[in-house]
């Protein structure tokens, strides 16, 4: 497949072997699910570094292949990278007792003073933890402006606007703002175009 930038967008912020894992890979799959599928396959088979395994996680959640996290966690739950990610998943499959579990996960990371991609990470699936019961529960402020803050801080950072207008956009849904949504859709739109997120484009 060719090179795809809902892929390569966290070049900037891994090592190089973590990159030339990831561009293997993707030389030999024919397309995005066969990328995750082989990377899956890969994890799995072998004893993978933590930011490999953590980078299938993020790929296969996106493309919504729950049967390769489900295997990965059970290899790998208990690393601490892996388990906001681990728990936050499975929450997809109705495992609801989870969500305090990702925000215990992530703040332990969180704790460790992680690089900047990595800590953005980590308050983003807070985030969406608290957004999936949004309005029953509510994301903490301070959560979206460590997001907000974060992201502008570094514009390679700025791909991760996609996802955060697609949930502000589900959020004005709910709260019956449909000029909000239209715009959360069309920032979102607008980010994965420039980054060459074609993968998210095609969600939004």
């Not at 190089?16 to 890979?25: D, F, G, N």
């Not at 295997?71 to 990278?81: A, Q, S, V």
């Not at 980590?122 to 907000?148: D, G, V």
Request: glycine share 4%; hydrophobic share 40%; with cysteine.
């Amino acid at each position: 497949m060719d090179s795809l930038g809902t892929i390569t967008v966290h070049f900037p912020f891994i090592d190089e072997e973590t990159r030339i894992i990831l561009e293997s890979v993707m030389g030999e799959a024919s397309d995005y699910a066969d990328f995750v599928l082989k990377l899956g396959e890969l994890v799995i088979g072998t004893d993978s570094s933590d930011l490999v395994v953590y980078l299938t996680i993020y790929h296969s959640a996106l493309a919504m292949n729950f049967e390769i996290i489900n295997k990965i966690k059970e290899k790998y739950l208990g690393r601490p990278i892996l388990d906001p990610q681990l728990y936050f998943y499975s929450t997809h499959q109705i495992n609801n007792e989870d969500l305090d579990k990702v925000h215990e996960a992530s703040d332990a990371v969180l704790a460790t003073k992680p690089e900047d991609w990595l800590a953005l990470e980590m308050h983003f699936l807070k985030f969406e933890a608290s957004m999936r019961n949004y309005p029953t529960t509510i994301y903490e402020t301070s959560t979206l402006e460590s997001i907000i803050t974060l992201t502008e801080s570094d514009s390679r950072l700025g791909f991760n606007e996609a996802p955060l207008n697609d949930y502000m956009s589900r959020r004005a849904t709910v709260d019956g703002n449909t000029e909000g949504r239209i715009q959360c859709i069309d920032k979102g739109i607008q980010t994965s175009k420039e980054f060459d997120d074609k993968v998210r484009l095609v969600i939004s």
